[in-house]
Structure formats: C-alpha cells, structure tokens
C-alpha cells in the first residue's frame, strides 16, 4: 500500500482549506454577477445602477397599473433580468406587489423611493440590490466549515485512529495478554513505520516471553531430574557405609570391596554435579568466553589422553589422525575441552570391550572439522532428533545403566555453537555412532 508522509498530508490539508472556500467564493460570485471576473465591481454597480433607475421610471409612469397583474408579469420579468427585486407600497404603506412572496430581505441591502404625481406621494418603492459581498461570505464560511470538517475526518481516519489502535495494543501488551490482533496497514508513513516496528517488538517479547517460559520448564526439569539421579548413588553409598558401620564387612576383601563401591558412587557424584554445574553455566549464565588462540588438536589430543584409562580397562584402542598442521582456532580452552571431553566420554562408555574409537581433525578452508566415530550400537532412529536434549538418555545401551546425567552432549553443542560452530550426531555407515564438528579457524 501506497503511504504519504505526516508533512505531506499536513501541506496537503492546509492548501485543502485554502482552496475550498476560494472555489465557494468563485462560484457564488459567478452566479451573481455571471462573470469570473474580480476587477470589474465599479461597472458592475453602474449597470445596477442603470436597471434600478430604469424600473423605478417604468414603475413611476404607470403607477395606474400597480395592481394589474399583466402589468405586474411583466414588471417581474424585468426583475428577474436584472436580477433585482422589489416591493410597492400604497401611501398607507399597504404592500400592492412584492417580487417574491414570502422572502426576507432582512440581510440584503436596499434601495428606497417615493413615488410622486400630482404633488402627493402615491407609495414607496423598496428595490433590494445583490448583496453580492453578503453571499460571497457565507459561501466563503460554508467553504471553510465544509474543509476543516472533511480534513478532520481525514486526520481520524488516518492519524487519530491508528494511533489509538497501536495505544490500545500497547495497553493490553502491558497487562500480559500476548493475543494481539494484527494491526492492518496504514495509510501515513510514520505511522505504518510506528506499526512495523511495533509488532518487531512485539513478536520479539512474545518469542522472549515463549523461551522464558521454555528455560523456566526446562529449569524445573533438570532439577527434578538431576536430583532424582543424585538420589540413586547417594542411597548406594549411604547403604555401603551403612554397612561399613554395622559391620557387615567383617573381611579386608568385603571392606576393600565396599570402599571401592562408596569411591565409585562418589566419582558419580562428582560426575553429576560438575555436569550440572557446567550446563548451568554455560545454558543461563552465558558467562563470556575467555578467548584466546588454540590448537585444537592439541585440545583433542588432551581429551584422548584424559579418557585412555578408562578406554584401557574396557581394551578399546583410540586412534587418532589429524591430517593438518594449522587447526588453530579461537575459544576458551577450558570450554573447549570439556566439550571434547564429554565426546570422549560418551564414545568410551558406548562402546563394548574390544571395541574402536577413531578420533580424526582436519582444515577445510575457514573451518576446523573433528569427527569422533566408536564402534558401539550407535543411535536408534528415534533417538536422533533428541541426542542434545538435556537429560535425555536413549534406549537399551544408551541409559543410566552406563552413567552420567545426560547432560553431556548437550553441554558439548552448546559450547561449540558459543564458539559459533556445529556439532551434529549421525551413526557411521559401517557401525557406531559418528559426531561430527565444526569451528571457525583463527585464519577465518
């Protein structure tokens, strides 16, 4: 839709009032004096001058014919041409013949005479002229009433009401009612600018509001969540100690066995509160990035290392193959490797004795590519479109029988996409599960 600017329409509705009374002044000034004509009001008045002059003779010389109604037709015809009109009046100022019957003259102006024979006044003649100026002024008031009144509607139509409309939609957005109508165009520029940039705003707070609502539920759900998994190893270990206490283990074989079972339940404890601590960090805090140059094959390297005890015990072999020289990158390198860690440890725990674990890197123009692929049962396909879900732990091999809150690889993508990367998870042609990733090289 076409609009026009605020100071345009103003312009426009000023020469509007301008215009409209000058076009009601011409036009009433044409059917008075039939000529547009403003210059010629002297001649104008000398030819009323000349047919008021010539009637009051033809009326004076047949003041016997007064009452003839022949006399009297033709006497309005001559009126009538001239535009004029008149009343006779008798000596006792009864009235014998007016021009037009039943019409105050009050806000015209008139002439007067006496009409005389025989040394005795026999009436009086009142001509009424064309109040030409009377008329051109009320057709001047009339002209501007009529502007001022349609530039007003126009200014409701176009200003007042848009406004009030965008007043009532902020009104009701402050009372917490996201169910705002859509507001239709309109027809001036800064308004329909106004309104743009409004419903911006107000589709940006209904998407605020809807993941406010989303983090409070998700909020609410890890907590649940992760105190239900802290509950399970912390009843473990109160059991063992329980025992230790009681005496249970009455043998240096069952101590060191329960000992080793309270130190196992309690590594899963650190487990699951440095997870929630770091997803929390990393989900709502959004703590800025300590940022610095990193060689992300080192990164990885450190994270194959870190997890190659665990991998020895189950006899997986980790291989790994970076391919480039220059995989720098630009992150915090604490983020960095908890993600890969987290990778590392997934792959690890996934994957059956025996198994492989084949870690490569490489540079692909401005990004650094890393893909970690494991032998293990992979990912369902149901699972797919939920493996970065907080707290979501698949089916079968993938569940709490094998460790951890769940939060790991939610963490790991986060972290990548604050490096403004990618971290996909797919399931390798052969066999396992395959993530793969992405971050911006330092050379970008």
């Given at each position: 839709?076409?609009?026009?600017?605020?100071?345009t329409?103003?312009?426009?509705?000023l020469?509007?009032i301008?215009?409209?009374?000058?076009?009601?002044?011409?036009?009433?000034?044409?059917?008075?004096?039939?000529?547009?004509?403003?210059?010629?009001?002297?001649?104008?008045?000398?030819?009323?001058?000349?047919?008021?002059?010539?009637?009051?003779?033809?009326?004076?010389?047949?003041?016997?014919n007064?009452?003839?109604p022949?006399?009297?037709?033709?006497?309005?015809?001559?009126?009538?041409?001239?535009?004029?009109?008149?009343?006779?009046?008798?000596?006792s100022?009864q009235?014998?013949?007016?021009?037009?019957?039943?019409?105050?003259?009050a806000?015209?102006?008139?002439?007067?005479?006496?009409?005389?024979?025989?040394?005795?006044?026999?009436?009086r003649?009142?001509?009424?002229?064309?109040?030409?100026?009377a008329?051109?002024?009320?057709?001047?008031?009339?002209?501007?009433?009529?502007?001022?009144?349609?530039?007003?509607?126009?200014?409701?139509?176009?200003?007042?009401?848009p406004?009030?409309?965008?007043?009532?939609?902020?009104?009701?957005?402050?009372?917490?009612?996201?169910?705002?109508?859509?507001?239709?165009s309109?027809?001036?520029?800064?308004?329909?600018?106004?309104?743009?940039?409004?419903?911006?705003?107000?589709?940006?707070?209904?998407?605020?509001f809807?993941?406010?609502?989303?983090?409070?539920?998700?909020r609410?759900?890890?907590?649940?969540?992760?105190?239900?998994d802290?509950?399970?190893?912390?009843?473990?270990?109160?059991?063992?100690?329980?025992?230790?206490?009681?005496?249970?283990?009455?043998?240096?074989?069952?101590?060191?066995?329960?000992?080793?079972?309270c130190?196992?339940?309690?590594?899963?404890?650190?487990?699951?509160?440095?997870?929630?601590?770091?997803?929390?960090?990393?989900?709502?805090?959004?703590?800025?990035?300590?940022?610095?140059?990193l060689?992300?094959?080192?990164?990885?390297?450190?994270?194959?290392?870190?997890?190659?005890?665990?991998?020895?015990?189950?006899?997986?072999?980790v291989?790994?193959?970076?391919?480039?020289?220059?995989?720098?990158?630009?992150?915090?390198?604490?983020?960095?490797?908890?993600?890969?860690?987290?990778?590392?440890?997934?792959a690890?725990?996934?994957?059956?004795?025996?198994?492989?674990?084949?870690?490569?890197?490489?540079?692909?123009?401005?990004k650094?590519?890393?893909?970690?692929?494991?032998?293990?049962?992979?990912?369902a396909?149901?699972e797919?479109?939920?493996?970065?879900?907080?707290?979501?732990?698949?089916?079968a091999?993938?569940?709490?029988?094998?460790?951890?809150?769940?939060?790991?690889?939610?963490?790991?993508?986060?972290?990548i996409?604050?490096?403004?990367?990618?971290?996909?998870?797919?399931?390798?042609?052969?066999?396992?599960?395959?993530?793969?990733?992405?971050?911006?090289?330092?050379?970008?």
């Open positions: 839709m076409r609009t026009v600017h605020i100071r329409f103003t312009m426009l509705g020469l509007f301008l215009l409209v009374p000058w076009i009601f002044f011409l036009t009433a000034h044409f059917l008075q004096t039939n000529t547009l004509s403003l210059g010629g009001n002297q001649l104008q008045k000398q030819r009323i001058q000349k047919r008021v002059s010539e009637i009051i003779h033809l009326i004076g010389t047949h003041a016997d007064w009452t003839d022949i006399w009297q037709n033709e006497l309005q015809t001559l009126l009538r041409e001239a535009k004029l009109d008149a009343v006779i009046l008798n000596a100022d009235e014998i013949y007016r021009s037009q019957p039943g019409r105050e003259r806000w015209q102006s008139s002439e007067q005479f006496s009409m005389i024979g025989d040394g005795q006044v026999l009436g003649v009142v001509i009424y002229l064309p109040s030409s100026k008329v051109s002024m009320i057709a001047v008031v009339s002209g501007l009433l009529l502007a001022v009144m349609i530039v007003a509607v126009a200014m409701r139509r176009l200003i007042l009401k406004l009030d409309r965008m007043s009532r939609a902020a009104r009701q957005l402050a009372s917490g009612d996201w169910e705002i109508q859509q507001l239709p309109f027809r001036i520029t800064e308004i329909a600018e106004v309104r743009n940039g409004f419903e911006v705003m107000v589709e940006g707070l209904q998407q605020s809807q993941k406010q609502l989303e983090m409070e539920e998700e609410r759900f890890v907590i649940a969540a992760v105190a239900h802290l509950r399970t190893p912390l009843f473990a270990l109160r059991g063992y100690l329980d025992g230790i206490e009681q005496g249970i283990a009455d043998s240096p074989d069952k101590l060191a066995k329960y000992l080793a079972a130190k196992e339940k309690s590594a899963q404890l650190d487990r699951l509160v440095e997870d929630l601590f770091t997803f929390t960090k990393v989900e709502y805090l959004e703590a800025e990035l300590n940022r610095s140059t060689d992300l094959g080192f990164i990885l390297q450190k994270a194959v290392d870190n997890l190659r005890p665990l991998a020895q015990q189950k006899d997986i072999s291989i790994m193959n970076c391919s480039a020289d220059d995989l720098r990158v630009i992150g915090d390198a604490h983020l960095l490797e908890r993600a890969l860690n987290n990778i590392m440890d997934n690890v725990r996934h994957t059956p004795s025996d198994g492989k674990i084949l870690v490569q890197c490489e540079k692909d123009e401005h650094v590519i890393f893909t970690i692929h494991d032998t293990g049962p992979g990912f396909s149901d797919l479109g939920h493996v970065f879900e907080p707290l979501y732990r698949g089916e091999s993938r569940n709490r029988s094998t460790g951890g809150a769940g939060l790991g690889l939610s963490i790991s993508q986060r972290i996409k604050q490096h403004g990367g990618e971290l996909a998870a797919g399931n390798h042609p052969d066999q396992g599960a395959l993530l793969s990733g992405w971050i911006p090289s330092a050379t970008a």
